[in-house]
């Protein structure tokens, strides 16, 4: 049986680099952009992708969130929460002050506007990721700099000019791992992932969707509109929740909208990840243990017809 490969956002080096190490399952292949990666899980040549989805300073990742709610077919199957610390590396020799041009990717780059003011001598460039700016500076004789990770430094041979230069301390990245077909199984701590689409703008509309969840005691972690490219004013809602499509409070609050709305797109239901989030699915095992047990106790009590 042939090893199963998951794309990562490359080269080497880059923030997926360090994320899909930690996954401990497949052979992990670079992709030089989301877009394709995406592409090359749809198509067939890849088993799975790992792309970045969310920043906690940047927000979420355009390239990502539009190719899964407009060009791909996939499911999310997973995700990975990695704090993010950004170096600046140039090569052995090249100091802060002789440093003509920063590279990085688009995300990285915005994450250290405060420290990129203190270099107002230096030009900024976008690379297609953390790791192609470090081998760019790498096989470069100029005196630039890219923001990357410890791990491109090493790879790429740089020195950390100054490390952990991005803006906030809580800096964190939410990778999620995609797939063409299976939807994760259930782990009573799970998160589901949508896109609605309206038929037209009316006043309520959002209120309408909204409401479903509320009136089924689902929680909402995250609400996000995104133009649909179909024309100004044009708006979709990419909605997370607490929740598996396999329970049926969430399954009958998805048959609901999908019977209400021009389209339902379904993106995902996945466990949550982190040492909380363990804690967190062992309280609900739990108390859903002990409301079957009460539940059982009353049925217990039910008197036989005579």
């Known amino acids: 049986m042939s090893e199963t490969t998951i794309g990562f956002l490359g080269p080497a080096g880059s923030f997926s680099h360090e994320a899909v190490t930690t996954l401990g399952e497949g052979r992990a292949v670079a992709v030089g952009t989301i877009g394709d990666l995406l592409a090359e899980i749809a198509q067939g040549r890849l088993d799975r992708a790992l792309v970045p989805i969310e920043n906690a300073i940047e927000g979420t990742v355009s390239a990502t969130i539009d190719g899964l709610v407009f060009d791909y077919d996939l499911y999310i199957e997973r995700e990975v929460v990695r704090p993010i610390h950004l170096h600046l590396l140039a090569r052995p020799g090249v100091s802060l002050d002789q440093v003509t041009t920063v590279y990085s990717y688009v995300h990285a780059l915005a ?18 990721s953390t790791s192609e700016a470090a081998r760019l500076v790498a096989e470069s004789d100029e005196p630039w700099a890219a923001v990357g990770s410890a791990m491109a430094g090493e790879i790429f041979g740089l020195a950390s000019l100054a490390a952990d230069i991005e803006d906030h301390p809580d800096n964190a990245t ?40 509320a009136a089924r005691d689902i929680n909402l972690t995250k609400l996000e509109s995104r133009p649909t490219k179909r024309g100004l004013g044009d708006y979709c809602f990419v909605i997370e929740f607490e929740g598996h499509v396999d329970d049926d409070i969430v399954a009958d609050c998805l048959v609901d909208l999908q019977a209400h709305l021009a389209r339902v797109k379904f993106l995902g239901s996945y466990p949550v990840t982190g040492e909380e989030a363990t804690h967190r699915r062992v309280e609900v095992e739990e108390a859903r243990r002990a409301a079957a047990n009460w539940m059982a106790s009353l049925r217990s009590r039910v008197r036989t017809s005579s």
């Open 111 to 128: 994450q250290i506007r405060g420290f990129l003011a203190g270099l107002p001598g230096a030009a900024v460039v976008q690379s297609t």
């Open 174 to 213: 939410r990778f999620v791992v995609v797939g063409r077909d299976a939807i994760a199984a259930p782990t009573g701590h799970d998160r589901t992932t949508i896109v609605c689409f309206q038929d037209n703008d009316r006043p309520g509309s959002l209120y309408g969707i909204l409401g479903r969840f």
